[in-house]
């Protein structure tokens, strides 16, 4: 997602001027209670985690590397992923 919040669409521009994100959303269980207090994910395989205190959305900055991009959660395998491709600078030639 856009670090702000908003769903990148399949027809969006990947670009690297803008800041993208990871969203995470905990709900409460049948009881109305929260039982999660830490998610861990991986992000291209490196380990991160989000620690809750009760339920809602939280968002962490990512950086999104050249090619494929993939968000997962540990425990129970839930992937997204998104493919960036990098313009190198182009040169006009007359």
Request: with cysteine; proline share 2%.
């Amino acid at each position: 997602m856009h670090e702000d919040g908003t769903s990148i669409s399949s027809t969006d521009c990947i670009t690297p001027d803008e800041a993208y994100a990871i969203q995470i959303t905990t709900t409460k269980n049948s009881n109305g209670t929260t039982t999660v207090s830490k998610i861990e994910y991986t992000i291209n395989g490196a380990l991160h985690s989000m620690s809750f205190s009760q339920a809602g959305t939280k968002k962490n900055p990512i950086t999104l590397v050249d090619g494929r991009n993939v968000a997962e959660l540990a425990t129970t395998a839930t992937s997204d992923e998104i493919y960036y491709t990098s313009q190198d600078d182009f040169e006009l030639v007359e």
